[in-house]
């Protein structure tokens, strides 16, 4: 009888260190994958800053009066082309309407100090065939000044 009770007990702990090995790998698998998004959405969110100090340059280096139109529309790609991001402004705030030659983007201010304020609507999609399949997309709405 001593020699089957031994023989169950070594298995019921086979059993026991067995389970707590899967338990540990799908902690780690989880821990890794984890890692992983959290890199990729830092890395588009710094994207994301690049792409507003662009679109701003670009904003600021454009001759609205020499072309009798501002920018509306803008799009980025990163130099690995895994992120590509679409900026669009929203709205111009001017306070000399002759500066603004933008239409129906143009909303007049009432003070010199905020002449010159863009809204821009900046989303940034990620390349799942580059990211592994994983969807990433970051919208923001920004009120920047060029």
């Known amino acids: 009888m001593r020699k089957g009770f031994g023989l169950i007990s070594a298995i019921i702990i086979l059993l026991l260190v067995s389970t707590?090995?899967?338990?540990v790998v799908k902690v780690?698998?989880?821990s890794v994958k984890?890692?992983?998004?959290?890199?990729?959405?830092?890395?588009?969110?710094?994207?994301?800053q690049?792409?507003?100090e662009n679109a701003l340059l670009a904003i600021e280096g454009y001759n609205r009066k020499e072309n009798n139109n501002?920018?509306?529309?803008m799009h980025f790609v990163d130099e690995n082309k895994k992120f590509e991001?679409?900026?669009?402004v929203l709205r111009y705030y001017c306070y000399d309407m002759s500066d603004c030659p933008c239409g129906s983007l143009t909303k007049k201010i009432k003070t010199d100090?905020?002449?010159?304020?863009?809204?821009l609507k900046i989303?940034?999609?990620?390349?799942?065939?580059l990211l592994g399949g994983k969807k990433i997309r970051l919208s923001q709405v920004s009120l920047q000044r060029p």
């Open 70 to 73: 501002c920018l509306t529309k």
């Open 123 to 129: 989303v940034v999609e990620g390349n799942e065939t």
């Open 113 to 119: 100090k905020s002449h010159g304020y863009v809204l």
């Open 50 to 52: 690049s792409v507003t």
């Open 34 to 48: 984890h890692a992983s998004d959290t890199y990729l959405q830092q890395r588009a969110e710094l994207f994301m």
């Open 20 to 23: 707590l090995m899967v338990v």
């Open 85 to 88: 991001a679409n900026v669009t």
């Open 28 to 30: 780690a698998f989880i």
